[in-house]
């Protein structure tokens, strides 16, 4: 038993330095979705995000800060005064929010409220997974119970655009076991971004 609890340590020890090390180079910037240079879409979200008037929701790399990655958010709504499709894209930034080696936590600026309301976008996320084709940004961290999962979204580059339910493997199980009530939602092949 007491070797369990040595190795046990140790691996901890070697998990924090490595990911502490990994923040602080900027290594993780090559894999996470949000500071890659591809454009990546909302493909999937807890049911508490489901929005009739929202969709085609779509972030495109616009450049490397200091601070983070500039990003442009792009999505068609319908106006509340016309009742008509709209289109628009708006700039935000995305920057690592902590040095935290166990928990990745982004904050999302420069955002106008307006859009906030629409969409229900936080100032923050907590990234619950992440591969080099998909990320998943909850509301905070999963409980133990099942009542307890947060509120997720569903990141993904092209190749999942048109087919989410083809994400397999960590992704789908993190998704489907740890978010509340998640659903995948196809990019809509009617928006000509």
């Not at 807890?46 to 999505?75: A, H, Y």
């Not at 998704?175 to 928006?191: E, L, R, S």
Request: aromatic residues 12%.
């Amino acid at each position: 038993m007491k070797l369990y609890l040595a190795f046990l340590s140790m691996n901890a020890f070697v998990l924090v330095h490595i990911t502490g090390e990994i923040i602080s180079t900027g290594c993780l910037a090559d894999t996470l979705p949000a500071s890659s240079n591809d454009t990546i879409y909302l493909v999937g979200y807890s049911l508490q995000l489901s929005l009739s008037n929202v969709m085609c929701v779509s972030s495109k790399f616009k450049e490397r800060t200091d601070s983070g990655v500039k990003r442009f958010l792009t999505l068609a709504y319908i106006d509340t005064q016309t009742k008509k499709w709209v289109s628009e894209g708006r700039l935000f930034t995305v920057q690592f929010a902590e040095k935290d080696p166990l928990i990745l936590k982004l904050n999302i600026t420069g955002m106008p409220e307006q859009w906030k309301s629409l969409t229900g976008a936080n100032s923050s996320y907590i990234v619950m997974y992440y591969n080099n084709d998909v990320m998943i940004l909850s509301d905070r961290k999963r409980g133990y119970a099942d009542e307890d999962r947060p509120v997720c979204s569903l990141w993904a580059k092209e190749k999942y655009k048109y087919h989410p339910e083809k994400i397999t493997g960590l992704a789908n199980i993190s998704f489907h076991d740890n978010c509340a009530q998640p659903t995948f939602v196809p990019f809509d092949g009617t928006c000509w971004w």
